[in-house]
């Protein structure tokens, strides 16, 4: 993950995760991160979801570059289900998911999945 605004119960943003977003680093988060975070969203209300690390790294990189901080979420393949968690959090708070995959079936069954949820 990269750029997630994670805040608590009393809307105070949490610093681990503000310190990876202004320094630009991506994140791996586990199920086990997920498990207390309840306020998570996007910026500007929206989430970038890549199927291909590649894809992923290399607008990681453009940003940087430019000190463009949007969400961004690499799924290597078809989601875990802390990827799944993470997106319902997020969705629940009102961010837009956008998905980019690959154009074959795997990647086309992976938008379809995401789109009924």
């Keep these: 993950t990269y750029g997630l605004l994670v805040h608590d119960e009393n809307s105070v943003e949490n610093p681990g995760y503000a310190w990876f977003r202004d320094q630009g680093e991506p994140l791996a988060l586990t ?3 997920l498990k207390s975070l309840h306020n998570v969203q996007g910026t500007k209300g929206k989430v ?6 590649a894809v992923f790294y290399d607008l990681l ?10 969400t961004l979420i690499c ?6 289900l802390s990827v799944l968690t993470l ?3 997020m969705v629940r708070n009102g961010t837009l998911i956008y998905y980019s995959g ?6 086309l069954q992976m938008a379809d999945s995401l789109k009924r949820r």
């Design 75 to 80: 799924t290597s393949g078809q989601p875990a």
């Design 61 to 70: 990189i453009r940003y940087k570059k430019y000190d463009i901080k949007p």
């Design 31 to 33: 199920a086990y991160n």
């Design 87 to 89: 997106l319902d959090i």
């Design 48 to 53: 970038f979801v890549f199927e291909n690390p």
């Design 102 to 107: 690959d154009f074959d079936p795997e990647g």
